[in-house]
């Protein structure tokens, strides 16, 4: 199994690479892994103080929830692995508090943390907008979770494709119209013959219209490569792309112990 850099935007947070010489379970191991298994922060429970805002308590704790929050994964425990066994305490859990009295557009960023490391990784998501005399007073508390248990958890958006193979066996007769046909800009003509852009070619989602199109039938063939994928991690902001990997790849490992431990006990 090899790995290579595709492309990282980082302000994005946005990781693409290849991933060669795997299978389908592996990279599909992979992915669930990180979109399952990775531990990241989110409010869990709010106790409302004061809601004198246009939503029920319960939209607004809905709202909050999803918030996502940048996470400390070096200072913090999940509850069911701390010493204090799940009852709470400061390596398990952490407070926000909002209290907001003026009128207009209640942002995350009014969401005061307990700890500077741990707070909303997107200051401007709205929770709620206030009318003159409205106000909002609640305290949160956020743990960390599994994406398993909660999509509010759960780190990014992780999928992969397989890396196309497209070929051209022979020259068509109507390459203007592959051309038109391709969504992905994958093929130009060039002195009246049909050309891979070999810029654009790993946009290729293998719908097969160039196959479909391209006279005589078999002119042009899209295939997909079973044993390399090009793998994208967005990360929704508690996690770097690269962290959410290593921790996938971790949570992996970690089951894999367990599971030789116990297949030595039969
Ligand atoms: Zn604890």
Redesign the pocket.
Known sequence: MKIEPLSYEKKQKRLSFFLRDANPALANALRRAAVEEVPTMAVDEIELRHNSSVLYDEIISHRIGLIPLTTDLDSY?L?EK???E????A???LKLTLKVRSKGPVLASELVSQDPKVKPAYPDIPIVKLLKGQRLELEATAVLGIGKNHAKWSPGLIYYKHVPIIEIKKQCTNPVDVVEQCPQNIFEVKADKLSINKDNVLKCHLCGACADTCQPKGSVEAAKNDTDFIFTVESWGQLSPERIIEEALNSIKETSKEFAKAIKKI
Do not use: D, E, L, V
């Open positions: 425990n509850p701390c010493k204090c799940g009852k709470g305490c390596q398990c859990q």
